[in-house]
């Protein structure tokens, strides 16, 4: 198994790359905390499971650009707490995010946790697992189910972008942006974008979250240097 990891904290990153060298049946193929190492599809190639700190893809951009340009790779995401919400869980999975593990397991259960996502299953951590069942069954009973773009766009609405700016963040045309915007708004049964966002966050789509807009990364930044584009 070979295995690359992307986390923000050093004492984190590097006690981790250490269970992977001495665990057996695993290549550690190296340890960063930028993304943009990933971009090149040439490295992606040679990585079959990505273990990938939640925070430095709150939106999973990131997640949705890998998986579908290589869908054989395997995300395995260490959340923090901040991220503990239904928008961070349902958004991941529908961008192919296969596993979720909180920070705070331990080493066997995340190495157990990169051996499950490698053979094709997905794995939820209990307390991440109840977050997304919650959050199915209360969509489900409101009757509200949107898109995986349409919830990407939502989510950048309730950080407060207009149009533009939510273009230039998912790669896709203004007017697409917009066309979103009116299928969110007929769906929620929505005045507006204001009450858009209010409307999901009563029904569970949305849930306040302690993390800030200013910790995410630039997608533009991030995956730009290949030209690439997040799929619609």
Known sequence: MNVAIFDSIPLFRDALSEQVRRAGGMRLLG?????SVAADPRVQRDIDVIVLDAVLDPYSHFANFVTASQPHVAILAVVREPL????????????????MIPRTSTSDEMLGAMHKVLGGDRYLHP??????????????????????????VLLLIAEGLQSKAIATALFISAETVR?????????????DRAHAVATAFHV???????SS???????????GSVGSRVAV
């Open 127 to 152: 307390a991440l697992a109840r977050i997304a069942e919650h959050a199915a069954e209360t969509c489900g009973a409101r009757g509200v189910e949107l898109t995986r773009r349409e919830h990407e």
């Open 84 to 99: 503990y919400n239904a928008a961070y869980v349902q958004t991941a999975l529908s961008s192919g995010v296969r596993g």
């Open 31 to 35: 340890a960063t905390a930028s993304l």
């Open 179 to 191: 066309t979103h915007v009116k299928n969110i708004c007929k769906k929620l049964a929505a005045r």
């Open 213 to 223: 807009r200013a910790s995410v990364p630039n997608g533009r930044a991030m995956l």
């Open 204 to 210: 569970g789509l949305l849930q306040p979250s302690r």
